[in-house]
């Protein structure tokens, strides 16, 4: 135990948040909404059917196949992939796609809400550090002590461990469902919104490895571009 006694660090209150990183905030909570409507129940349908229909379907007319790319695997990665057929070479790649998406959609509102509010109290008391001193953006690498980046790994490892993606259905479909919902359903308007959720999880990533190499760039400083709005 360390029983030496220091002051406590001194705080600098964090910035005022702009107006634009508060409007993109709201943006991106928008995003997230539309898709979660991905899940949302619309006229009812069989599960056999659905079950069918998914399984039928040419790789080449699933969801996330839209203008102006259109059917994009200029690898050859579907033919020449590790997990078997087309078909299941297909079902893990839009697997991984799904997953990263939607990752990378809860890692850009992050760090839209880090740049404007922070968690009350300690993240770790034996440290004097409280949520409030870390930064935002990838600083925050270097402040979090050891043992909170192993108890998200350990988080992580349990959820991959317990959350399954459900056999013979869509991928991304691990049976948790949304707000008691499942994707079952497969009609226009729940393709409809499950081609917005890939969408908006291809833009999250794009947008948070953006906004990655922008604090790079501007050595340090998160989300400098806002500064341009005000």
């Given at each position: ?13 964090p ?6 990183t ?19 129940p ?7 059917a ?20 259109g ?47 922070h ?54 479909d ?57």
């Open positions: 135990a360390d029983f030496r006694s220091h002051a406590p660090p001194s705080r600098t209150p910035p005022h948040p702009s107006t634009m508060r409007l993109l905030t709201a943006v991106a909570v928008g995003a997230m909404a539309a898709s979660a409507s991905a899940f949302a619309a006229a009812s349908t069989k599960q056999s659905a079950t069918t229909a998914l399984s039928a379907k040419p790789v080449n007319e699933e969801i996330g196949v839209l203008p102006p790319v059917f994009f695997d200029p690898l050859g990665l579907l033919k020449a992939g590790p997990y078997g057929g087309v078909e299941e070479n297909f079902r893990h790649y839009r697997g991984v796609e799904v997953k990263h998406g939607r990752i990378a959609m809860a890692a850009t509102l992050g760090m839209l809400v880090q740049q404007n509010y968690f009350q109290g300690y993240l770790a008391p034996s440290l004097d550090l409280k949520f409030e001193d870390v930064p935002n953006g990838l600083k925050a690498l270097d402040v979090v002590p050891a043992a909170g980046w192993a108890q998200m790994a350990v988080l992580i490892g349990v959820h991959e461990l317990v959350v399954k993606q459900r056999e013979g259905k869509a991928p991304g691990f049976g948790t469902g949304y707000f008691g919902f499942t994707m079952d359903d497969q009609s226009s308007k729940q393709l409809r919104a499950l081609n917005v959720e890939i969408q908006n999880g291809r833009l999250a990533m794009l947008g948070i490895l953006g906004m990655f190499a922008s604090e790079i760039v501007h050595k340090g400083e998160v989300l400098a571009e806002t500064k341009i709005f005000g």
